[in-house]
């Protein structure tokens, strides 16, 4: 079995500051994958960033950047120079190679505060 | 290129009666998922769809089924609803599957009265 936990219910920042959402995950595979999704309030999932377990270097996409460290099960996004518009419920996700089944945690509230 | 779409976007039924939604996924994409929303449970997996046959399957009764159709089309069908089903369903569609980027619907709001 597969499991994503997101211990942080909410977070704020003020906008320009970096935040950073933390993930942490189990599986009994050594191949995987895992993501970050947006879900602002229009409901509408957006992919933020993924990262493939195979892979040492974190990925980067733009002011998001994540911090992989796959001993730890850890699975952190930095959201840098926050903006109003990244406002939304983020889900950390997790994907176990060659199993189509996306396991998904409960969620961090993120607000941004001008 | 369009987006994913699903139909209706709003629905309401009363308990004991079927529903089937519908999700038209990405142009060229063969695999579509099905997720279901709820304030108590979250986010969980349905099923997931490639070239018509149904790979993986989350735990849900078997009220729940999907199929899909030839243009990649998918529908999923839930008999005998509960109060419980009330929920966003989610459908998303990629290449080749859920390692991949997925693309997500906007959902089809489920309300059982």
């Known amino acids: 079995a597969q499991t994503v936990t997101q211990s942080q219910p909410e977070m704020s920042v003020q906008e320009a500051e970096t935040v950073t959402l933390s993930c942490t995950y189990d599986?009994?595979?050594?191949?995987?994958?895992l993501f970050w999704y947006k879900q602002p309030p229009s409901r509408q999932m957006i992919l933020v960033i993924r990262?493939?377990?195979?892979?040492?270097q974190n990925a980067t996409e733009n002011r998001f950047s994540v911090n992989f460290q796959k001993a730890a099960k850890s699975f952190s996004l930095k959201i840098s120079d926050s903006q109003l518009g990244d406002a939304a419920m983020y889900f950390c996700?997790?994907?176990?190679?060659?199993?189509?089944?996306?396991?998904f945690g409960t969620g961090t509230r993120l607000t941004i505060i001008p | 290129k369009a987006g994913v779409t699903q139909t209706p976007r709003y629905l309401i039924k009363t308990r004991g009666q079927q529903v089937t939604l519908s999700c038209s996924p990405i142009?060229?994409?063969?695999?579509v998922s099905w997720y279901q929303q709820t304030p108590g449970q979250g986010l969980q997996f349905l099923f997931e769809?490639?070239?018509?046959?149904?790979?993986n399957k989350g735990n849900f009764p078997g009220r729940f089924s999907g199929r899909q159709f030839s243009n990649s089309r998918s529908e999923m069908n839930v008999s005998t609803l509960e109060l419980g089903d009330s929920a966003l369903y989610l459908c998303?569609?990629?290449?080749?599957?859920?390692?991949?980027?997925?693309?997500f619907g906007p959902g089809t709001r489920l309300l059982v009265l």
């Open positions: 998303a569609s990629s290449f080749i599957g859920t390692q991949e980027t997925q693309y």
């Open positions: 599986t009994s595979e050594s191949d995987y994958y």
């Open positions: 990262q493939e377990a195979y892979k040492q």
């Open positions: 996700a997790l994907c176990n190679f060659g199993n189509e089944k996306l396991t």
């Open positions: 142009s060229g994409h063969r695999s």
């Open positions: 769809y490639f070239s018509e046959t149904q790979r």
